[in-house]
């Protein structure tokens, strides 16, 4: 080759025999290292020095990992995906809403509720019976679940940070139908159910005590209910014994001579006590009051000062409350109490009868004798009445 040109092979050879031989010394190393030569070494220089980099793009990304032994530096570029330590990130809350049979439950209302911090949100299940809540802060919930048909069902749980929280299935009971039916008792009613009341008054258990009412408000007796109120308290037990009682004095102290002695006398007086009871109460207390539109009993008061109470009780005598709620003379035990003592002057010996004038001092006897009934009515014998009722206060 030309002096000028890369003589390849003088390299090679030079490279073999090394630089201390003298017969290529200068000579060598001027063709290799000469003006003209460096130029056309330098393409040869860069073809081996730049492959490395010319290969560097086509290596496996798995050449790019990280060794062990790299600095921090070259870690430090990896992207961090993971949540940095304490951080609350949102989840959600999911599940199925089924009946009693497994089937599911379409269309049923779900409510996620929390207190704190707090949270409301209204559901519904899709056409599977499923329902999810997203994007929800981690804590305690309870869920509300309802549906046409169906009995309300509430479920709790708590939510961590991040959770897919499955609420176990939710089967929801039928409802139990439940009908409300109110029930309003006529006026007859209402005042069969006061006499029932009535009829169980008995002073110290025993005595009865039919014609009073604890209830101000009680509302008016039929005829029908008059009678029988006066039926049950002339028939009773008790006041067959009151009677004999009453004639057993009455032969003690020989009232009514014309009557005698001995057995005959004592039946003669019992019959004339008893007739006394049975007309006063039937006419004072049954006829009557239906032809007056009255009310026969007497009205406890119980409240008010005892002066108020007691001038009530008084009054009661001469007026009564009349089936309009009013209040007016008490034609009834007034007239009831003439018709009576005239009426006893069928049966009571001669001497023992009764002219017009005593039949009217009589009945004037017997107003007293009502006020004062009244008075323990109103202050004593309602403490001796065990199963008297009670009522609430009338309103003013």
Known sequence: MKDGGLNLKLVLDSMKQGSHQKSFGRNARKPVFGRGSFYRLCPVVLLFCGAPVLAGPQQSPVAQEAQPGLSDTTAAVVPICEPLTGQQQAGTISGTVLDR????????????????????????????????????????????????????????????????????????????????????????????????????????????????????????????????????????????????????????????????????????????AYADFVSSTYIGSAILPSLFKQDPRYFYKGTGTRRSRFLYAVANAVICKGDNGHWQANYSGLLGSLASGAISNAYYPGQDRHDLALTFENTLVAVGSTAATNLLQEFVIRRLTPKAPTYAPAKP
């Open 101 to 272: 049979t497994g089937a599911v439950v379409p269309g049923a209302s779900v409510r996620l509720s929390r207190q704190d911090p707090p949270l409301s949100e209204d559901g519904q299940s899709d056409g599977e019976g499923q329902f999810c809540f997203a994007g929800i802060s981690p804590g305690p919930f309870q869920l509300t679940i309802s549906s046409l048909g169906f009995a309300t069902r509430t479920s709790s749980g708590t939510l961590h940070s991040g959770e897919k929280y499955i609420v176990p299935p939710i089967e929801l009971m039928v409802a139990t139908a439940a009908t409300e039916v109110q029930v309003t008792l006529t006026r007859t009613e209402e005042a069969e159910a006061e006499i029932k009341d009535e009829e169980k008054q008995r002073v110290l258990g025993v005595v009865p005590n039919f014609y009073v009412t604890y209830n101000p408000t009680a509302v008016p007796l039929n005829p029908r209910q008059k009678f029988e109120l006066a039926w049950k308290a002339t028939v009773d037990p008790i006041n067959f014994g009151l009677t004999a009682s009453i004639a057993g004095i009455e032969q003690a102290a020989n009232m009514y001579s014309g009557y005698g002695q001995g057995a005959e006398g004592y039946g003669k007086r019992y019959g004339a």
